[in-house]
């Protein structure tokens, strides 16, 4: 018997730009005016708790909206690949069991780089039968904001 299954979210854009400069934009968030430039609806508040800037094992915290509600997130920096992928997952051990991974691939293809975002959910089967509609929704409200936050950087990077 499965307790929990796995549910990947994804989303990808197109770019007409380079690796270099999808990174740099990335690595260049810092604080809040950086972070709300990429999402200024729903982007509140990002400041590095711990370590380097975007650095493997670094900590940040972000405030957003996603569905509507503000989510107040504590997120360790799991992997970096300069110009290809940034990993990163909750901090708590416990939360990270049903959010393992997110990540953001830069892959180079042609004049263009395909930006994608992902990120892995799991689900045991009481959530996905007691709570399917409020499941959706909240996935759903994630998924739009993974594919604005695709627009507002290829809007931004293809303005330069």
């Known amino acids: 018997m499965v307790f929990l299954e796995d549910v990947i979210l994804t989303d990808s854009i197109a770019i007409k730009t380079t690796p270099d ?20 609806d729903d982007h509140v508040g990002f400041r590095f708790l711990k370590g380097k800037n975007w650095a493997e094992g670094s900590v940040i915290y972000a405030e957003e909206y ?25 901090v708590s051990r416990l939360l990270r069991i049903y959010f393992p991974k997110n990540e953001f691939v830069i ?38 904001h993974m594919r604005e936050e695709g627009e507002n950087l290829k809007r931004i990077l293809e303005k330069e």
């Open 107 to 144: 892959e180079q293809q042609g004049d263009f780089c395909l930006f994608v975002a992902s990120g892995t959910y799991r689900l045991g089967w009481i959530a996905k039968t007691f709570f399917k509609e409020a499941i959706k929704d909240g996935l759903n409200g994630v998924k739009k």
């Open 21 to 40: 400069k999808i990174y740099n934009f990335l690595t260049s968030i810092v604080d809040d005016k950086s972070y709300k430039a990429w999402h200024k």
């Open 66 to 90: 996603i569905h509507g509600k503000l989510h107040k997130l504590k997120l360790k920096i799991t992997k970096v690949v300069p110009n290809k992928k940034i990993e990163y997952a909750p």
